[in-house]
């Protein structure tokens, strides 16, 4: 299982490893993307290696994320050692970056009314229950000595 920095699951994401699955499979989800959040995207763009990946490898929409480049950044504001892999491991609890990256995926739960269960698990689940997910894996970094 592969989290994002905010606490999308990436590894059920069907971005990822988008390009190893083929054309048929990107273009099938290129369709449903369109479809479901009328966001048309070229099939060869279906391709993504996690959030945390390097420019060239994550998804293009993802590139300037400001979770995503403060968790590969050296030092936060405070000077913090970063390097993280993903929010969960720092410190600062409330962080303005986390909650704006997070709240991108706040109304993906209210699709369940609107398509399939099919597409729902597909399409939608792996950018469900970020804030939980966070949450969770926060408490364990937290246990940690």
């Known amino acids: 299982m592969r989290m994002s920095a905010c606490g999308v699951l990436c590894s059920d994401c069907p971005a990822y490893r988008g390009a190893a699955k083929g054309g048929e499979y990107q273009e099938q989800v290129a369709e449903a993307w369109t479809r479901i959040y009328q966001r048309p995207e070229a099939p060869e763009k ?29 030092t936060s504001q405070r000077g913090l ?38 597409d729902f698990e597909t399409y939608a689940r792996p950018y469900c229950d970020h804030r939980r997910r966070i949450a969770a894996a926060r408490a364990v970094f937290q246990q940690k000595p």
């Open 46 to 74: 279906i391709a993504c290696g996690g959030c945390l990946s390097s420019d060239a490898e994550v998804f293009y929409t993802s590139v300037g994320c400001t979770c995503r480049l403060c968790c590969l950044s050296r």
């Open 81 to 118: 050692e970063k390097g993280f892999g993903s929010c969960a491991e720092c410190p600062e609890a409330d962080c303005e970056k986390l909650e704006q990256a997070q709240a991108v995926w706040d109304g993906v739960p209210d699709l369940l009314d609107r398509i399939s269960d099919s």
